[in-house]
């Protein structure tokens, strides 16, 4: 039993419900609490890694919690395998920084924006360790509630647009993956994911399919892929940067955790290839990867096109992901690593060249390479990363990918995202050639509030550059997150060991 | 068979009432016909006899209905009522910039 | 054109509703497992928690951490309200109802606020618990802001109130849980204290503090999503 797992859920919680309540008495108490309980919820993450460090290298690494001293399958248990492991790090390292970015990027006046990132937090930890299949429900539509008001943050009409689009895409996917809860209870009569990966063959294979129909529906309406991605290009874009980097970088990636644990672990994959749904998954992943790259070629505006760009490379994600060989997963794991820690880099430049401009379209654009040639570089290099470029961590993610569907035959899919590379390098280099063009004429810059106050001007470029430094050093040294993927892997590919665990741990 | 029927026909009128009607608080009220509706078959095809999860001294154990899907339904239907209040919330704000709750301003449901 | 779509709509979607009754009709009928979660709740669940009402026991005792994540959703979505719609917090002055509305309120609302505390305390007794009580208490701060109008209940019940009342509530039910981590056990287990007999008013461990923390909670983030969205919606009325 190991209440770091617990802890990793409650401090955020706690956080998030102790600031209206610090608010009232004293204003800087708030503003070190938010400091404070970053800094222990990103040490409680460095915490479990260190103090498991045996048994990560040795591949029997695992945590469990009986919540209320229950056992399974009676009450709902915490789990932590090398996957969740490698997620939760994932998911505390970049919120880290975008806390400390959004501290630089939004100020200190609004409150409840905390508030609300605190309670994102918690919820995804709450996705990434949970271990039963109600709970996860619940979770994610916390997800869904507590990032919509952030999408909504200006208070514009477009973002209000956005938001409420979000919302009902978003909570038509949770009644979806909500009827499939409902007839797992039917027919199994348990909830935890353990014991009805045990019991799960002893349905037919009929039932079988209905079940995994409606929870790949609901989870690819949440996800935004292919004919259910209408929300996404607007919800992505309307909202601050520090917000879009959130939602297009790290809780989409928290959607494919929840597409992986379901239909390796707790479904099986073998259900999906008898059926042939794997094929059906493939089609539309790749369907959904090149429209994302065809929309953002049409696109005017610069976070717009980054939201495509998102549908894009989830899709390849997905697509990959489907083949089940061992390349297939390792490939696929590595592009969620290598795409959160582009996506971000690519949101918090953004946010800061944005600064300069009078709007987003690519006209308003010129000459914003002059204003800070250090992150405008780090943008550069990024952008690279994403059209796959070496040396940074894109080129080895995707040199991965269409390895792992050579290998397979598909050479039709490889050719797909070969082509989607190549337009990924024209429209970034429409947005990087604008950005150097001389303005001649042009209209005073308004200066934003970030520019008057020095040091929030410090803290969102030392942090825009942080990441596009991560980029390219994780490219150089890519090798190293080689050892804790192939863990991950090795627990997709072997549900027997996360039943064992649970229900006898 | 009476269940699957009615949980079907009651779940199909509020998903098109979100597709076709020209009112966003129809749509929201749509959505809430869709929740009824699951909620409604969850319990219908669970039922085990009839009487209530209770302890009164004359239960047989047999015979009470199944607790476990009242608790989940009483969560759904609060994460229900929150999720129409926020809507209902993002609609006012709207409603402050057009003066109209038509969707047709906000592209409709399948445009970008 | 409108036409057009609703047809196709229609007919899109009664293919979908007999594909979906179709399917649905060949389900096989309901299995008795015989270490189901069903089976194990009603034959030991007074045993375990203490509590009559088994509902209530999966509620706050075999599956608490649920209403934890379900009592968050609520506080978010409430953060979520407050920040869209309240910029200043100056009360809305309105006239309030006639002067029988006035008075008749007058006279139920203590038996109303006296029925929800009823619902909330004996919740592992009879049907009831933390949730719905929540509610009826939230009721209270909606009946003196339509009867009474909105300042009355601005004066009563100032917003800082409401979430220090709300925060408390999501406070304890934390705290609950993480006494139970102090006490050697793991996180919201079933704290044993002043325990005397089933069937009492007193029992059921710690589900009766859990029921008190959740309907504070839940009954004051009603009261501030209500104040949030009549504050603009109102019109500035001459004061009488």
């Not at chain 1, 990793?8 to 708030?30: C, E, G, K, Q, Y």
């Not at chain 1, 806390?99 to 994102?120: A, D, R, T």
């Not at chain 1, 917000?243 to 644990?261: M, P, Q």
């Not at chain 2, 809430?32 to 409604?40: K, L, R, T, V």
Request: a positive charge; one cysteine or more.
């Amino acid at each position: 039993m190991s209440i770091a797992l617990i802890l990793l859920i409650i401090v955020p919680l706690a956080t998030a419900i102790l600031i209206p309540f610090v608010d009232v008495f004293s204003n800087t108490a708030r503003k070190l609490l938010v400091g404070f309980s970053t800094l222990v919820e990103f040490s409680l993450g460095m915490f479990i890694i260190v103090s498991n460090f045996r048994k990560i290298m040795d591949n029997t690494f695992y945590l469990t919690y009986y919540l209320g001293e229950w056992i399974p399958p009676i009450g709902i248990t915490l789990s932590m395998d090398m996957l969740s492991l490698f997620f939760s790090t994932l998911i505390s390292f970049s919120l880290l920084f975008l806390v400390i970015y959004s501290i630089g990027f939004i100020g200190h006046h609004e409150g409840k924006y905390y508030v609300l990132l605190f309670l994102i937090w918690a919820a995804m930890h709450g996705i990434v360790l949970t271990g039963d299949i109600f709970n996860l429900d619940v979770f994610l539509e916390l997800l869904l509630i507590t990032s919509a008001p952030l999408v909504a943050f200006k208070r514009n009409r477009n973002g209000t647009e956005a938001a409420i689009k979000y919302m009902f895409y978003g909570t038509i996917g949770g009644l979806f993956i909500f009827i499939g809860v409902v007839l797992v209870y039917y027919n199994l009569g348990t909830l935890n994911f353990a014991d009805i990966s045990q019991n799960f063959n002893t349905l037919s294979l009929f039932v079988r399919k209905i079940i995994a129909s409606f929870f790949l529906i609901g989870i690819f309406i949440k996800m935004g892929i292919f004919p259910f991605h209408f929300w996404l290009s607007k919800a992505h874009s309307a909202c601050p940067s520090s917000i879009s980097a959130l939602l297009s970088g790290v809780i989409v990636k928290v959607y494919v955790y929840v597409f992986i644990r379901l239909f390796w672990n707790v479904i099986g994959f073998d259900v999906l290839v008898e059926t042939g749904l794997d094929h059906i998954i493939l089609v539309v992943a790749l369907i959904s990867s090149i429209i994302g790259h065809i929309m953002a070629l049409y696109e005017n505006d610069i976070k717009r096109t980054l939201a495509y760009s998102t549908i894009a490379n989830l899709g390849m994600i997905i697509a990959v992901l489907t083949l089940n060989t061992k390349l297939a997963l390792l490939a696929g794991l590595l592009h969620v690593l290598a795409h959160l820690l582009m996506k971000v880099s690519l949101f918090t430049a953004t946010g800061y060249i944005l600064q300069f401009t009078p709007g987003h379209k690519r006209e308003d654009l010129k000459g914003v390479a002059y204003k800070n040639m250090l992150v405008f570089v780090g943008f550069i290099i990024v952008a690279g990363g994403m059209i796959g470029l070496p040396p940074m961590i894109g080129f080895a993610s995707k040199w991965y990918v269409l390895k792992a569907f050579m290998t397979d035959g598909l050479s039709l899919a490889a050719v797909i995202i070969i082509i989607g590379s190549i337009f990924a390098f024209v429209y970034y280099i429409k947005y990087i050639i604008t950005g150097f063009k001389k303005m001649t004429l042009g209209p005073p810059d308004k200066f934003r509030l970030i520019l008057t106050v020095f040091y929030r001007e410090r803290v969102v470029t030392d942090i825009a550059l942080f990441f596009a430094i991560a980029v390219l050093i994780s490219g150089i040294f890519f090798k190293v997150v080689f050892g804790p993927i192939e863990g991950a892997v090795e627990v997709i590919q072997n549900p027997s060991f996360y039943i064992d665990y649970i229900l006898s741990g | 068979m009476i269940n699957n029927l009615v949980f079907v026909i009651v779940f199909l009128l509020g998903f098109y009432a979100i597709l076709v009607k020209k009112n966003l608080i129809k749509m929201v009220i749509g959505l809430n016909i869709m929740e009824g509706a699951i909620f409604y078959w969850f319990i219908s095809i669970t039922d085990r006899g009839g009487m209530i999860p209770i302890v009164n001294g004359t239960q047989v154990a047999s015979q009470m209905n199944d607790p476990v899907p009242q608790a989940l339904i009483l969560t759904g239907i609060v994460i229900g009522a929150s999720t129409s209040a926020f809507l209902l919330t993002l609609i006012i704000e709207l409603n402050k910039f057009t003066n109209s709750t038509n969707p047709d301003q906000i592209g409709g449901m399948i445009e970008d | 054109m409108s036409r057009a779509k609703h047809i196709f709509t229609l007919i899109i979607l009664s293919l979908l509703g007999v594909t979906l009754l179709v399917n649905f009709d060949k389900l096989p009928g309901q299995f008795e497992y015989a270490n189901s979660i069903y089976h194990h709740i009603t034959h030991n669940g007074v045993n375990e928690t203490g509590s009559l009402n088994f509902v209530t026991a999966i509620l706050y005792d075999y599956r608490a951490y649920d209403s934890l994540g379900e009592s968050t959703i609520i506080f978010g979505a409430v953060s979520g309200i407050v920040l869209l719609l309240s910029r200043k917090t100056l009360p809305v002055s309105s006239h309030g109802l006639s002067f029988i509305v006035k008075r008749t309120f007058g006279m139920l609302t203590p038996f109303i606020f006296l029925f929800g505390i009823y619902i909330i305390s004996h919740g592992h007794l009879s049907p009831g618990g933390g949730f719905q009580g929540g509610v009826i208490l939230g009721a209270i701060s909606i009946i003196f802001s339509i009867v009474y109008g909105s300042e009355f209940d601005y004066k009563r019940y100032s917003p800082t109130t409401k979430t220090l009342l709300e925060t408390s509530g999501a406070l304890l039910f934390i705290g609950l849980g993480l006494l139970g981590i102090v006490m050697g056990g793991n996180f919201l287990v079933n704290l044993k204290i002043l325990n005397s007999g089933v069937g009492s008013l007193i029992s059921g461990g710690s589900i009766p503090f859990i029921n008190i923390g959740i309907g504070f909670k839940i009954g004051a983030g009603l009261a501030i999503i209500f104040y949030s969205m009549i504050q603009k919606t109102f019109k500035e009325e001459v004061n009488l």
